[in-house]
């Protein structure tokens, strides 16, 4: 499976494809990445500050 994914957000996005955290990938906001996932799984993770 392939796909373009392109963050509209304010914040990073954490791409992690077939479940391979060391290979994982950083999306900065406003920018698109084209993925390829043998498994077809693709997993998003919107990274932000944490504030108490």
């Keep these: 499976m392939k796909g373009?994914?392109?963050n509209e957000g304010?914040?990073?996005v954490r791409a992690i494809v077939?479940?391979?955290t060391i290979n994982d990938l950083q999306i900065e906001a406003g920018a698109t990445e084209e993925l390829d996932a043998l498994a077809g799984i693709i997993e998003l993770r919107e990274l932000r500050e944490l504030r108490e």
Excluded: Q, V
């Design 18 to 20: 077939d479940r391979d």
């Design 4 to 6: 373009t994914i392109y």
């Design 10 to 12: 304010e914040h990073p």
